[in-house]
């Protein structure tokens, strides 16, 4: 990949500079100062992949990664000092698009490829990411009339600009929701836990970390909670698995997707939200062929229009919906599953 690092303090760009070194697949595209100068050199030389720091003069990363996502997108992953400190920075940045973040390996009297080794494997991650394949074509935004019983699960997948996704969906669902919510987000294990009070200070459902055995429960939300993989071990109990130990995607929607259409006691929508890639889109489009509804956000509306996008050219969505629809949805299909039972409120 070529690299692009967006940071104002030398000694840190140099250390960014010394770790791509490392990695001879990689090569160093530019050096940015500040986020200003980093939409500039974007719109003049893209990259690949952007290394952007979040607290600078003139324009920070978060501000940074918004316009550059809106437009010359491409990879960003934040590269900061203390990512733990700065996680309400780090979830809008990676709401913006970002894709992950870790913290800026610093130069000293160490071995530098044993201090770099967390940021080397995120650029592992992230060519994996870039250089696998979007799904074949076939795009159909034609609605089906698959309805909703109470006994239901809603699955969410989420990458890229899915914390601010799911915020604003979660925020859309009432507080009487009647059906279980389970997310898979693209996300480091250690950000999951702040995602999950953050998520649930935007909705009035408690969010909470999935934990091994879980039951999904109507009204609750679960979050994957590690890079192994999150999926239904019974028909209504949830666990994590290392399998496939293949997969580009950790956690996997696909995966989850596959488990909860071969396993979940209940019925089911899938929805598949902004992200880069092509996770979900199979899962999504098995779930469809199963009978279940599924959405896929729209381009106008994703941060990043890769996973929604790869849904759409299989035809695995039955709804196509900008975001502040999603929700609205949701609870239209819930609503009208309930009428039909003769339990509308």
Known sequence: MRIGIVNDLPIAAEALRRVIALAPEHQL????????????????????????????????????????????????????????????????????????????????????RAGAQPLLAKLAAIGRLIGSGATRPGADNSRGGSHISLNHLVAIGASAGGPAALGAVLQGLPRNFPAAIVIVQHVDARFVPGLADWLG??????????????????????????????????????????????????????????????????????????????????????????????IAQDRATSAVYGMPKAAAELSAAVDILPLDRIAYRLTELLTSARSKRGLSK
């Not at 939300?221 to 109990?237: P, Q």
């Open 29 to 112: 595209a530019w050096i940015a100062s500040d986020g200003a100068e980093a939409v500039d050199q974007c719109a003049r030389d893209r990259p690949d992949l952007l290394l952007m720091d979040l607290i600078m003069p003139r324009m920070d990363g978060v501000e940074a990664t918004r316009q550059i996502m809106k437009h010359t997108p491409c990879a960003i992953l934040i590269v900061t000092a203390d990512v733990d400190n700065n996680a309400a920075r780090v979830f809008a940045a990676m709401g913006h698009g970002a894709l992950d973040a870790v913290d800026t390996p610093m130069l000293g009297s160490g071995d530098l």
């Open 201 to 294: 200070r935007q909705s009035s459902l408690p969010v909470s970390v999935a934990s091994e055995g879980d039951r999904p429960q109507p009204g609750r939300v679960l979050i994957a909670g590690t890079e192994d993989h999150l999926i239904f071990k019974s028909n209504n109990r949830l666990g994590y698995t290392p399998q496939p130990s293949d997969q580009v995607y950790r956690p996997s929607v696909d995966v989850f997707f596959d488990s909860a259409g071969r396993l979940w006691g209940g019925s089911m929508a899938g929805v598949l939200l902004t992200g880069m890639g092509s996770d979900g889109a199979q899962g999504l489009k098995a779930l469809r062929l199963l009978g279940h509804h599924t």
